[in-house]
DNA sequence: CTGAAAGCGCTTACAG
DNA sequence: CTGAAAGCGCTTACAG
């Protein structure tokens, strides 16, 4: 259950021995609020090098740091950007969020988090409570699953904040009408197939996830899309849908591997995760991934490379994704939704070997 | 370069239109601000229930959501925790973080988060700035290097927020003068000795890291410790000193395989992640992990067991360890440091096969 | 039970 | 260049 933070109390203790204030910096330097709260902000001319010194020494002194509440409630705006993240142990999602706290510290926000469990309506409730913040913008990760009814809740809470001057960021696999990171999935499965034609693959099985989300989709067209301009058909079975799980890959890559071993030689999962389970599989059927049947995964999450042998996979360049959202979040406003594609890039290890002719 | 939220201005855009205020519902609700407030603090006795109702209905038609700023400027303490982590990316953070960010929604906290580097002085300028929000408490997770000066200075900038109230807990390796969640390192790079010996391991030899920190000393002396209760030795330049990295391990391994294989029969690694390099460097030698000679790591992060073969660890529930850290922050101040400690659990799998006698 | 008023810590026109 | 004053959006004694 999650508490809004506006509502609920915060716990209370022994009473507060207070933080020095602007007063008691300008007190110790003699001078005025207006003059102190000058002098401290570096972009303000106007402020004689003196005074300015005087403030500066005071300030150190008693180890001033300016209340953040309090300049928020006079600004409007709090310098806080909030991330929306569904599990942050996903590696897919350490990886954005590292960018993004990078890129908010360097550009002076603060980056706020909170789970969702990806399910659309704890975003709704999150966004909601969030809103309290008054944040400069708000960065959704991730896909999501939902109705379509909360979907259009979800937008409406999310167009509720922009219309009182949030920003929102999509970085992630979803179709929503905001500024959008684009996640090269489509393209990334498309290149995918397109190098394992090279390596001499011919008849391709697939693992997709077994929930509908954007990036399922987006995958999967990238599959079928790249198979078919290659001339390559998917036969009947050879495509099964499984939990986004190591244990989800591995009973589909079992499911495969009893219906119809002969007429596969490579199986392509969503996500690494998931092939990672399949390459288990393999070995408890006897066999070894990249000897019989190669394996592919999607992501390039780490620990892909460690793998025996190291399995292909396909890089997003996802530590770009969480620093060009907040970039996006950093940008003036527009009428039209804007979009930054990132790059997918195919990584052939050793679960795909030239496959003999 | 980190930018301080606090000193630098928010990047502005067009006017604000702003959100709805608590004046807007009052109004709206046809009653003052004290009774709309009153009416939308749910702890609050002494509102009539059709007030309430009436203020409730108006607050939820405008999308009211109170401006949290304002009222942590009201109130003095933002429902906030800040959190330090060096990289989101290290599993052993994200596990941690997980479990931070899931016990402050349940407490109704926010959880803000900051990047350190693992550099003290980084650390020192972050506790700094965040004190500018004036948190509920602050948690450090990981080990910090850098010189004593840092370490007192790091020291005196946290004391200085204790000393206005807020609360410090250490959520890891290291040993400062407040609240701490401990990882069980030393006992558990004990009990893992323990278990190897069981298994028929006599000549352990050691991978570590090679930068010191409290992590390090805690697993190294858990290790001897643990061995010489055992009556286990370990040989000249059975211990070798590499970066925390697959790299790391990798070559940390090849060296140790290079000078004396045949007096070791087993390798322990301070990682998770040097033990999977250790892994590579075998294979590369020509050898099997498990088969010639064992492996073990340390902190069973999420894929120690999707290796081949699985890879032997040490579990320290680090899940348990950020909801302890928050719960940690909840109780009321105390004199004394007080500390609240993990289990660690041995895993053993395929690398540490039972030895032949 | 309800409202007017003061106050939290800042910033920023507005006068000097 | 400096200071007095107003105002941001809330909460909470203090009177009724």
Same mark, same amino acid.
């Given at each position: ?140 990760? =991730? +896909?999501?699953?939902?109705?379509? @009814? $909360? /979907?259009?809740?979800?937008? *409406?809470?999310?167009? !509720?904040?922009?219309? %009182? ?71 009947? =079975? +050879?495509?099964?849908?499984?939990? @986004? $799980? /190591?244990?989800?890959?591995? *009973?589909?890559?079992? !499911?495969?591997?009893? %219906? ?98």
């Amino acid at each position: 259950m999650i508490i809004d933070p506006a509502t609920s109390k915060p716990p209370s203790g022994a009473p507060r021995r207070t933080a020095a204030t602007l007063l008691d910096v300008a007190r110790a330097a003699g001078v005025s609020k207006a003059s102190a709260s000058r002098a401290l902000d570096p972009a303000s001319q106007y402020v004689s090098p003196e005074l300015r010194a005087r403030v500066v020494e005071a300030a150190n002194r008693l180890g001033y740091q300016p209340n953040a509440s309090a300049r928020a409630t006079t600004t409007g705006t709090a310098a806080v950007v909030v991330v929306l993240v569904s599990d942050i142990r996903d590696p897919y999602n350490a990886e954005i969020v590292h960018g993004v706290i990078e890129q908010a510290n360097r550009a002076g926000l603060v980056a706020t988090f909170a789970g969702t469990d990806s399910a659309i309506d704890d975003e709704i409730r999150v966004v909601r409570m969030m809103r309290g913040l008054r944040p400069h913008a708000m960065i959704l990760t =991730g +896909a999501r699953s939902g109705s379509t @009814v $909360s /979907r259009t809740s979800l937008q *409406e809470e999310l167009a !509720r904040y922009t219309s %009182d001057d949030g920003r929102v960021v999509i970085a992630g696999d979803d179709e929503l009408p905001f500024d959008t990171v684009v996640v090269p999935r489509r393209v990334g499965a498309a290149a995918l197939v397109a190098a394992l034609f090279d390596l001499g693959y011919r008849s391709p099985a697939m693992i997709l996830p077994e929930h509908d989300s954007v990036a399922a989709r987006e995958w999967e067209a990238g599959v079928v899309e790249g198979a078919r301009g290659l001339g390559l058909r998917f036969g009947y =079975g +050879a495509a099964v849908r499984a939990p @986004v $799980s /190591r244990d989800g890959g591995y *009973e589909a890559a079992k !499911r495969l591997l009893e %219906d119809r071993p002969e007429e596969i030689d490579v199986v392509l999962a969503a996500s690494d995760t998931m092939a990672i389970g399949a390459m288990s599989a393999m070995r408890d059927a006897g066999m070894t991934p990249g000897v019989e049947i190669g394996v592919a995964g999607f992501d390039d999450t780490v620990g892909a490379e460690d793998m025996t042998p190291g399995l292909t996979s396909v890089d997003l360049s996802l530590a770009r994704a969480g620093a060009a959202a907040v970039e996006l979040a950093l940008l003036r406003p527009e009428e039209e939704r804007r979009t930054v594609p990132l790059e997918a890039r195919v990584v052939v290890r050793g679960t795909t070997p030239p496959r003999p002719a």
